[in-house]
């Protein structure tokens, strides 16, 4: 299958016209000024190994993302006092997966130009812990973003960012389902927000965009009262389209579709989730307009169709989002090779089956796949290969149920 591999150039600082809207982004950072940039960076956190799957899917892209990231760290002395371009490196390597260098910071002991930036580098700190905490499976300190958010609101800074910071907040909690447990911080935080929208400009295209990601962010907090999920999203709708421009060649509306694309996928899951299809995938295919070099919607459409015991019409799906590349290699050959089992295409079934465990080698599920296959096609040499690839790998092992680890020592 022939693969995509320009769609992520822009990661290692090269352009390219079929790059991903935030690989897009990366392939002009060489050009922004960094002492001087105010502007947002993509709001997609990778999750902690995209770029190692990025190394197996398109060697030389990781290579020159590599370079990439030494040229950014070059210009961060945090010895100094924090200034844009040492808040500007931080955020860039955070959009580029270093979470190492991030989590290594020591910003208690830092000096700041400002409130604004001495909030902001926390936030990306904590950002940053939940990213990798969330990839351990381990839970995150929630409690880290609501005393971000009292800091906030104690903070001398524009009001704006105080919404803008605040909203990150809501965002966190909700999507990962701590509204119950926090549910009255949440509503004043929500409150606070709505109340000060007022002071955006809906006249300036910049505070457009800002809109739009806040009212979609509010938006999550849909158990709120005074939250109105279905109008707070048309509304980001409209802010999004108002303040993108096709036609202006800057890094701004690279960020405008970028929201627009997020927007899009917050769009097809809300109608996914009040059973509206139709609606889902119109949105599925505005996703596949603005952005179709990202395999996010893809991958998307691919599990509606599993999670409806659909498996022939899922597997195009994954077939798009694979040659598309990453995030969800491992992810995406899984389920394309159980489609490919359901209709018996077994040597395509165990070929993808082994690509998800070359992209994801502590992962359990292909290997398990892959050893009651074998048991039950009685193919003894390799059912006892995978056995003792289990057996002698820990992380595999505590992956099993009980029920599982003892059938695999009697099987």
Not at 132 to 158: G, V
């Amino acid at each position: 299958m022939h693969s995509n591999s320009n769609n992520f150039i822009g990661y290692a600082g090269l352009k390219s016209n079929v790059n991903t809207l935030n690989a897009e982004f990366f392939s002009n950072i060489k050009g922004i000024n960094l002492c001087n940039y105010e502007g947002r960076f993509p709001q997609r956190v990778p999750r902690l190994g995209f770029f190692e799957e990025l190394e197996i899917f398109d060697n030389a892209t990781h290579k020159g993302l590599f370079e990439l990231k030494n040229l950014i760290k070059s210009k961060l002395n945090t010895n100094e006092r924090i200034s844009l371009v040492q808040r500007n490196c931080i955020h860039s390597l955070l959009r580029l997966g270093d979470f190492e260098t991030i989590q290594s910071l020591d910003i208690n002991n830092m000096s700041y130009d400002n409130d604004f930036l001495k909030l902001e580098i926390l936030l990306v700190k904590i950002t940053n812990n939940l990213t990798i905490n969330l990839s351990n499976q381990e839970d995150f300190a929630e409690k880290d973003f609501l005393k971000f958010s009292s800091q906030t609101l104690r903070a001398n800074i524009p009001i704006l960012k105080k919404i803008e910071y605040l909203n990150r907040v809501v965002v966190t909690l909700c999507r990962y389902s701590k509204y119950d447990a926090y549910k009255n911080e949440v509503h004043q935080l929500v409150e606070y927000i709505i109340k000060n929208l007022t002071q955006f400009n809906t006249k300036d295209k910049y505070d457009l965009f800002v809109l739009s990601i806040i009212y979609r962010g509010v938006a999550m907090a849909y158990k709120s009262p005074i939250v109105d999920t279905p109008k707070f999203l048309g509304l980001s709708l409209q802010y999004a389209l108002e303040a993108n421009d096709d036609n202006e060649d800057s890094f701004f509306n690279i960020l405008t579709r970028e929201n627009l694309y997020t927007l899009y996928l917050t769009l097809y899951k809300y109608h996914l989730n009040e059973s509206n299809d139709k609606d889902a995938f119109f949105y599925y295919e505005k996703m596949n307009e603005l952005d179709p070099n990202d395999s996010t919607h893809h991958t998307e459409a691919g599990m509606y169709f599993v999670n409806k015991d659909l498996p022939k019409q899922a597997k195009p799906f994954f077939l798009k989002a694979i040659k598309s590349g990453p995030p969800a290699m491992a992810m995406n050959h899984y389920f394309l090779g159980l489609c490919y089992q359901n209709s018996s295409q077994y040597n395509k079934f165990i070929y993808n089956m082994k690509r998800s465990m070359e992209y994801d080698p502590l992962a359990i599920t292909p290997v398990w796949e892959l050893l009651i296959y074998y048991k039950a096609s009685k193919d003894t040499y390799n059912y006892h290969y995978y056995k003792e690839f289990i057996l002698n790998n820990k992380n595999l092992m505590e992956q099993l149920e009980d029920e599982e680890l003892t059938m695999l020592i009697k099987g």
